[in-house]
């Protein structure tokens, strides 16, 4: 958690800096990168869901 934290704190720290390094693409594909990343996450977020609201998505009907 404090390491979390300190990461959290060292990168909005030095934002400007690492925009100035990554340019306009880097940037680009740092924000896809995060958008994909998000999008797993939330993914994996629904499925957990749903698998508690209805308990026979859990099982598996191919093992005997």
Known sequence: SVFL???MYYSLRFA???MDK???TGLNVLSRLMGL???SMAIELITKGLKMLFP???S???VP
């Open 5 to 7: 934290c300190v990461l």
């Open 56 to 58: 026979i998505l859990h």
């Open 16 to 18: 400007y800096p690492i």
């Open 37 to 39: 990343l998000l999008t």
């Open 60 to 62: 598996n009907p191919m």
């Open 22 to 24: 990554l340019g306009q």
